[in-house]
């Protein structure tokens, strides 16, 4: 029997964020079952990159949270201290009934973070087809002086160029320093990989 879908290559093509935003708030009600089915491996991976660097009682903040699918990567992994926001409503009503997050709220698209954090996930968010490239900056503006953010970059993302192009600059500009990129496994059933970037604000 065929199963059905929202995974397809569309999914990774650039779209205005109101397109974005009515993606995932049809594709809320299914996005856990339908994940745990295809081999989702980016959120383990980067709690992993993030835990070399993250002392686990340090407050997270989850951006782009979703259904809260990273930060129950996070917990699993020693985190207690977590906040979270996303742009979809539908999916932070999921995300709040796991009861996870100490703080939880719907963000406006671009909107600065609301306070200055130690450490910052944002797993799968900026990457084709979902938060566009000058969100990087957005984050590296909202972590603390020697904050870690750790991201991943999907492989259409990297094919992509303008979401490098942005890291590189901040790179460049020694704003951020990289401590680890790692390339491995995303989505299983795709055959999809990621990279899982961790870096140190300036």
């Not at 094919?159 to 390339?183: C, K, N, P, Q």
């Amino acid at each position: 029997m065929t199963r059905k879908t929202p995974i397809k290559p569309q999914l990774w093509t650039p779209r205005p964020v109101s397109e974005t935003i009515a993606v995932y708030r049809d594709w809320a009600g299914d996005y856990d079952a339908d994940l745990a089915t295809r081999g989702y491996h980016t959120p383990a991976r980067l709690v992993e990159g993030l835990a070399a660097h993250v002392a686990p009682e340090t407050t997270v903040l989850d951006f782009g949270c979703g259904t809260g699918l990273s930060g129950t990567a996070l917990l699993r992994r020693g985190f207690t201290h977590l906040h979270g926001t996303d742009v979809t409503p539908e999916m932070v009503e999921l995300a709040r009934a796991k009861v996870i997050y100490e703080e939880l709220w719907v963000s406006e698209p671009g909107a600065p973070m609301p306070r200055a954090y130690d450490a910052m996930v944002a797993v799968g968010v900026v990457s084709l087809g979902a938060a566009p490239p000058e969100t990087l900056s957005l984050l590296v503006d909202g972590l603390s002086p020697g904050g870690i953010l750790a991201l991943s970059f999907n492989d259409p993302t990297l094919e992509d160029g303008s979401y490098d192009a942005v890291l590189d600059r901040h790179l460049d500009r020694g704003e951020v320093a990289l401590l680890s990129r790692d390339h491995g496994p995303h989505l299983d059933d795709v055959g999809m990989g990621s990279d899982v970037i961790v870096l140190r604000r300036a």
